[in-house]
Structure formats: structure tokens, C-alpha cells
């Protein structure tokens, strides 16, 4: 009775223990049924090309909207590499994107479509306008996980042009890199070479346009917006120099050309109209010159650069010298009523300034008599004399005659004659006399309009000079530096 007792409080524990066995019975088959299975997808598999296989082992789970990164603590880190023109190369690494190459027919790097992967925001803050950089579909990924995304980039950017020293201007444009979204803690900006690296790199540069690159400069910040997080920020500075020949040739040289010309004008005779007329056509030369070059020179509301204030110069010289001109010729000008010259610019002009000017030949500017005049007074005195031989003989001959009053008819009419032959002397005289003297004053004043003359063309031509070596040292300076 007790043993059956036993046997029958024992049998509920034989009964978990035969489940326990059944279960571990089944767990055992399961596993064997799914390492057979393993055996034969792996077997399946082996058939397919290795980098198919490596693409559906790296993206059949793979998330895109996630960031890459197995501890959400860890900082993605993106490497920018900028090279002028025009290639921007960004790497990053990708914690979901790592394989062992021993596993795929020791494949160290495959190239995947971008859209199929997690690709960091980076932007350019001077962006303005969206370029004709052809679209790369594809990155370049390593086994290590890093990501490389190499594409070609034409950039039009907004970039503050400073056009003073045109065209021998240096420019200095930047163009900042950074996440537009992530902070600091999130995604980083480094750059993938050395900053000398970076500067002196040349290589792609088209130096054959109207710049020429001198190099790139790089500098990190770290910025923050108001009370936020902080944002990694990695600038580079493209500086680079203007060509200046094209523009040496097309703006300056003819504007020299026109300058030399108005100076070559001061040889033409002062007296002479031809002077004028000369300076007028270089002024309506120059104008129609400005009028063509307006659309080369950089227009810019901010400053006028010196080459647009050289050509403003240049008029205003021509100007000044057409004035000079018109003022020396009406000077010079000879007119019946002319007064003489005044005394205090006779010293002044014809005894100081000569002296001052270097000019020799002082006699030049002394005014003389004519022979004209010469002859008028001989004819003066020789009538004088005529006139008083003639009554002087008549005087004799009526003291010789006892005051006889006997004078002949004939006697009477050839002295009418003498008289007005006489009187026809004195006005021929009266008028060369006057002649003379006007033509003593148109002399001095044409004396005067010469030394005036060369006075004024001297001081032209020394702020021509100056103007000249002022600016083209300038030049030079800004070209060289």
C-alpha cells in the first residue's frame, strides 16, 4: 500500500521531467533544421558574383535616414578637400558599411549609388545660384567603412570684389563649408590634407584665363548661434590675381596715345586756328573713346576704381589745354583796336619769365620799328627840307629883287603843287606811322602770348608727367605685391 502510495505521489515529477526532454528534443531538431538551412542558403549564395553578395550584405538592413553610427555619442567626422577648378572631395566614414575582404573575394572597395546610403549636409553659405556641375550618382566606399564622394562642382557663389586697383586688382573670395543642420557633436569638418598642401596645390588650376590663382587659404571655427549648440565651420580663401595685359592694352595704351597727341599739339603756332581745331577733334576722340571702354570698366556701387578716375583726369586735361588754347590764341589775335601792352606784363612776362623759361634769344620778344616806319620818317624829313629849301630859295631871290612882286603865274600854280604833293606825304606818313604802331602792339602781344605760351605748356606738360609716373608706379607696385 505505501509503495503504490510512493509510486503515485512520484509520478506528477517523471511527468515535468518527460516534458523537459521533449522540449530540449525539439529545440536540438530546430537547430539542426536551421544549420541545414544555413548550409544550403550559404550554399546557394556562393553562386552569386561577390560584389552582389557584399551589396546585400551591406545594405539589406541598412537605414539611410539614420546617422552612421553604432554609439549615438560618437562624432561623424567629414573630411573636405577643395582643389580650384573645380573639384570637391568629401570623406566620412560609415559604421554600417564595413566588411572583412577575406569574406568577398578580398574586395577592399566598391562603388554604390549615393541615394542608397547616409550622406552628410554640408553646404556652401556664399551659394547663390545652382551651377552646371554634372550630377555623380555613385560613391566610392571602403572596407574600413570609409565613404569618399568625389564630384566635380561649379560654384557661383557671392563674393565682395574689391576693384580699386583695376585692372591690377588681387581678389580674395571665400567659401565656407558647414552642416546646415548638425552640430558639433554630430558631424565635424576637418580637412583631408595639410593646410600647405591645400594652399599650394595648382595642379587643376586653369591658368590659361583672365586669373590667375595664387593660392588657398584654409581656417576652422567653431561658431555658435545665439544660445544653441556650437557648429563646425572650415572656410577656404581663393586668392587670386587679375591678368592685366588685356586690359593694358585696350584701355591704357590709347588713352596714352590721346595725351601724347595733345601735348605733341602745343608745337603748332600759337596764331594759328589749325591749334584749336586739333584739340577740339582729341576731345571728340576721347569722349567717343570713353563711350566705347564704358561697358569693359567693373561697375560697382560701393567705390570707382583708379582707372575710371585716371580717365576722368585725362579729360579734364584736355579740357584745360582746348581753354589754354582758345585763351592764347585770343590773345594773340590781331585787332585794329588793341591797346598797348602795360607795363607790369611786359616786366613780368617778357623780362621775368624769359629768364625763368630759359629762353635765350631775349631780343626776340623786344619790340622794334619796321622799315616801313624807317621810311616814312625818311620821306617826312626829306619833304621837311624840301619845304623849307623851296621857301628858303624864294625868300632869297624876293631879298635879291628889292621885295620885287613880280612873281610869275607859273611860279604860283607849281607852288599849289608842292603843297599838295606835300600834304599827300604827310597823310601817307600819318597812316604807315599808324600802321606801325598797331603793328608794334599785335607784336608785343604775340611777344607776350609766346612766353605765356610756353609757360603754360611747360606746367602741362610737368602734371602730365607727374600724373603719369604717379599712377604708373602705382600700378606697378599693385602688380608686383
Not at 548550409?39 to 557584399?54: G, I
Not at 620885287?404 to 597812316?431: C, K, N
Amino acid at each position: 500500500m505505501d509503495g503504490a502510495r510512493a509510486q503515485t505521489r512520484s509520478h506528477p515529477l517523471i511527468t515535468a521531467l518527460d516534458t523537459l526532454m521533449q522540449k530540449l528534443s525539439l529545440q536540438a531538431v530546430l537547430k539542426q533544421g536551421s544549420a541545414s538551412q544555413n548550409v544550403t542558403t550559404k550554399t546557394a549564395n556562393s553562386s552569386q558574383p561577390a560584389l552582389l553578395q557584399l551589396s546585400n550584405y551591406l545594405l539589406t538592413n541598412y537605414k539611410k535616414g539614420v546617422r552612421p553610427v553604432r554609439d549615438w555619442r560618437r562624432t561623424t567626422t567629414v573630411a573636405i578637400d577643395f582643389m580650384v577648378y573645380a573639384i570637391l572631395s568629401v570623406h566620412w566614414t560609415d559604421e554600417f558599411l564595413r566588411w572583412n575582404p577575406e569574406n568577398f573575394d578580398n574586395i577592399t572597395q566598391m562603388s554604390i549609388p549615393t541615394e542608397a546610403i547616409w550622406v552628410p549636409d554640408i553646404l556652401i553659405n556664399e551659394f547663390v545660384d545652382v551651377g552646371k556641375s554634372p550630377a555623380i550618382p555613385y560613391v566610392y566606399i571602403l572596407h574600413n567603412g570609409e565613404v569618399r564622394n568625389l564630384k566635380p562642382i561649379q560654384v557661383v557663389t557671392a563674393c565682395s570684389l574689391d576693384i580699386y586697383n583695376f585692372p591690377f586688382d588681387v581678389q580674395n573670395c571665400s567659401l565656407t563649408f558647414t552642416s546646415w543642420l548638425h552640430n558639433i557633436r554630430d558631424i565635424n569638418i576637418s580637412l583631408l590634407r595639410t593646410p600647405e598642401e591645400v594652399k599650394n596645390d595648382k595642379n587643376v588650376f586653369m591658368n590659361q584665363g583672365e586669373w590667375e590663382l595664387l593660392h588657398v587659404l584654409s581656417q576652422f571655427r567653431e561658431f555658435q548661434v545665439e544660445d544653441s549648440d556650437s557648429y563646425a565651420e572650415m572656410k577656404f580663401y581663393v586668392v587670386i590675381r587679375r591678368r592685366p595685359l588685356f586690359y593694358a592694352v585696350s584701355l591704357l595704351l590709347p588713352s596714352i596715345f590721346l595725351m601724347v597727341m595733345d601735348v605733341v599739339g602745343f608745337y603748332l603756332p600759337p596764331d594759328s586756328g589749325e591749334r584749336v581745331s586739333f584739340k577740339i577733334t582729341l576731345l571728340l576722340g576721347y569722349s567717343v573713346f570713353l563711350i566705347i571702354v564704358s561697358d569693359t570698366l567693373p561697375a560697382t556701387a560701393i567705390g570707382t576704381p583708379l582707372i575710371g578716375v585716371y580717365f576722368v583726369v585725362c579729360m579734364a586735361l584736355l579740357v584745360i589745354s582746348l581753354t589754354e588754347t582758345i585763351l592764347i590764341v585770343r590773345l594773340v589775335h590781331k585787332q585794329d583796336l588793341q591797346p598797348h601792352v602795360p607795363d607790369w606784363v611786359k616786366h613780368w612776362v617778357l623780362e621775368r619769365a624769359t629768364v625763368l623759361l630759359c629762353i635765350r634769344d631775349k631780343n626776340a620778344f623786344r619790340p622794334v620799328r619796321t622799315q616801313s616806319s624807317d621810311m616814312a620818317r625818311s620821306m617826312e624829313n626829306s619833304g621837311s627840307t624840301a619845304k623849307l629849301n623851296h621857301y628858303g630859295c624864294e625868300s632869297t631871290r624876293d631879298y635879291e629883287g628889292g621885295a620885287s612882286s613880280t612873281v610869275t603865274q607859273p611860279q604860283g600854280e607849281s607852288s599849289m603843287v608842292v603843297e599838295s604833293i606835300l600834304q599827300e606825304i604827310a597823310a601817307i606818313r600819318q597812316f604807315l606811322e599808324k600802321r606801325d604802331e598797331f603793328r608794334d602792339i599785335a607784336r608785343e602781344w604775340l611777344q607776350v602770348g609766346y612766353v605765356l605760351d610756353v609757360l603754360l605748356f611747360r606746367t602741362y606738360l610737368v602734371a602730365v608727367l607727374a600724373y603719369g609716373i604717379t599712377l604708373g608706379s602705382l600700378w606697378s607696385i599693385w602688380q608686383y605685391a
